[in-house]
């Protein structure tokens, strides 16, 4: 069974680029309209990791900012060694965190461009 000179059901063998070649061309479309209208739609759930990831990345970044400001602040205040002491052991949690969230932040986007 042949339509426009394409045999359907060699048609249904084919791998699915070749697939949707054929078949643009049985709509009458060229192939690159229909790689075209497929990529401007294409919208998955690995962009989503992708650009969450992102966000958590940069997320962590400002959060490592603020840490090296807090400490140099502290550094400039000349505290004694006890004060110092205090303000490290409140910085190094949320420094830890930072880390913690920029690391995971890569980690997706790291995935989500593996997996898309």
């Given at each position: ?38 990529a401007a739609s294409a919208s998955s759930v690995f ?7 992102t966000a958590l990345s940069l997320l962590g970044l ?46 997706m986007v790291i995935i989500g461009i593996f997996l898309?």
């Open positions: 069974m042949a339509r426009n000179g394409v045999d359907l059901r060699r048609l249904a063998n084919l791998p699915p680029a070749p697939r949707q070649g054929a078949l643009a061309a049985l709509a009458g479309l060229s192939y690159l309209e229909v790689m075209e209208q497929t962009d989503i990791v992708i650009w969450s990831g400002l959060g490592l900012v603020y840490c090296i400001i807090r400490v140099s602040r502290a550094k400039r205040a000349n505290l004694t060694d006890d004060a110092m002491r205090a303000e490290l052991k409140k910085v190094v949690p949320l420094n830890l965190g930072a880390l913690f969230l920029s690391v995971i932040g890569l980690m898309a």
